[in-house]
């Protein structure tokens, strides 16, 4: 893996070689001594144009307890609204001897330019960027789903015939669309519900279904998890876009509430992202139920992301013990 | 003052015929052309031999962003100009979105008087439309129309006229002066933040759509708008199949509506963006392969009038960064012949040729812009605006081999047919071989 970028670059394989690569960090995990000398001597640059302390810190965790060395590079008021260009940025750190670069950017396609536009050398992975791509949220969601839902913790395994509901602002969701990429390749049927305002024109060519109907969906696909969406209240102003009317209409069409928690199978997985909106697309039953796998994806986020920079920067020696 | 004898070229209709080229005019063609030459005492005559390449009027470009006054850093009136030249125009019409914005007599004689100076093509200054671009007051049109730039075309390109209010004002009021409103097509409140064509590799890419029907929804508008107030309307850079459909009702309907297409919109599609690499960013956007063969149909049938090359330059700067943050247009004023021959002319499908190319790039943008002397035909007495191509010749593009001062043109590293040898402006050879003629030589 030269690079990760989107959910999509993925095949089969090398996403099950990402997912059992940090089922074996995990297991460093539960260590005394958690940190690894995989990358020492290796500088990994967190090149963070948008403010997210939760991912800069779960990669900063996975950099450091692979021994890495960590510069954190807060580019706060981008090129976007015309402060250093992403080029000059991107040669600075090449300068300093960023040996990978980590980028979260608010505009899609900015790990995109930086990896191939010949800025910088260094090998690049998206930590998100604008509506486009999460992919490594989009393994750890993999990671954690697989873990509870396939034999034996599912290692090597892919999560085939496994049923997903996602749930919310799939328009502006780079989750989204990074979970519909990688479910789809390892076998999973993904379903999106949303209300048709939020649902990108174009969406119904990927490879999932879509409602717009929760209660339906929860009916007829029985999912094995449910993944709610961050709903961001100012989408239903007029400034915002005015995608729905109402807060609580939200919730009442979309939110999890009690009797949708009660309706899922027993066995389903509680899923989000973080940070969430109680009350708005989840309420503290379904959230705080022990089903919900929300603070594991925490801690699974680390090991996930631990495997990614492994791979990146030594990953062609095999996988440590 | 050197006289022109080109021999052996072939007009668009097809005929082979000698023209000389005598005092900014076509002085004889046929066989009359070698024995005028030849009595011509004292003129010095340059003979070309023109053996296989198709003699066109000089191209007329309804659409050209030359910058000139404000961003210099991105090409100039006789930078942009030169360009235009090498890629065979006669005349360019340059669009009002200058600093400060081409919307008083005194801007639009500035960049008409630059572009005399400069000497490489015609300069038409296209007039905004209202104040500032801001799309709230008419600009003094009457006075842009009389004064020494002639403007008879205005637009606030870059912006749509979107006040349906004010869109009718301006169409009624150029009538007085037999001018025309170009349209930026583009309803602002459905495309607010769009980078690119709403679809499926929008909805891939995550990146903010601009719909086709922003786009329509206008046109429409604006179409019935002309109808009823009995004026004549232009539509700037028709991008989708929807807008081929409503031009075609609305000329059906005997409504005054000319349509250009741009070079990029006949070749290109959304797909190119897959790689996030700004050169493809452009407004209106690049649509689907859909719609590419909706405009080439559409230009084929008639229902587009013309070819306009919107170049649009800017500095390498604003084109090496994300793509949400990059400038929207492209350059195209020296591969526009080129594209065309490819997309239209090549294509043995189409029922297009020379002289099809012909009326779109040059005679009926003239008529448009009512540029009098501009697009006529290749006959004894008419002005000497010329350009030869060489049908059968192949080039690669290369960004920083163009003579626009801006490198951003989408067709990098790409193969294209057909290369302008030789330009004439009213008599003068701006190019020969291939190459502008400078300074003395010209
Ligand atoms: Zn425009």
Redesign the pocket.
Known sequence: MRHLLSAADLSREEAITVLDTAATMAATQSREIKKLPALRGLTVVNLFFEDSTRTRISFEAAAKRLSADVINFAAKGSSVSKGESLKDTAQTLQAMGADAVVIRHSASGAPHRLATSGWIDAPVVNAGDGMHQHPTQALLDAFTMRRHLMPEGGAGAGLDGKRVVIVGDVLHSRVARSNVDLLHTLGAEVTLVAPPTLLPIGASTWPCRISYDLDAAIAEQAPDAIMMLRVQRERMSSAGGGFFPSAAEYSRRYGLDAARFEALPGHALIMHPGPMNRGLEISARAADSDRSTIVEQVANGVAVRMAVLYLVLAGNEGTPS | MTDYLITGAQLPEGSITDLLLADGRIAATGSDAADMAGARAGAQVHRIDAHGLVALPGLVDLHTHLREPGREDAETVASGTRAAAVGGFTCVHAMANTTPVADTAGVVEQVWRLGEDAGWAQVRPVGAVTVGLAGEQLAELGAMASSAARVRVFSD??LCVHDPVLMRRALEYVKAFDGVVAQ?AQEPRLTAGALMHEGIVSAELGLTGWPAVAEEAIIARDVLLAEHVGSRVHI??LSTAGSVDIVRWAKARGIQVTAEVTPHHLMLTDEAIRGYDPQFKV?PPLRTAEDVQAVRDGLEDGTIDIVAT?HAPHPSEDKDCEFAAAAMGMTGLETALSVVTEAMVADDSRDFGWQDLARTMSATPARIGRVTGQGRPLAAGEPAHVTLVDPSARWTVDPAGLRTASENTPFAARELPARVMATFYRGVATVLDGQPQDGSTR
């Open positions: 390109d870059g930026h700037c850079h407004n919107d």
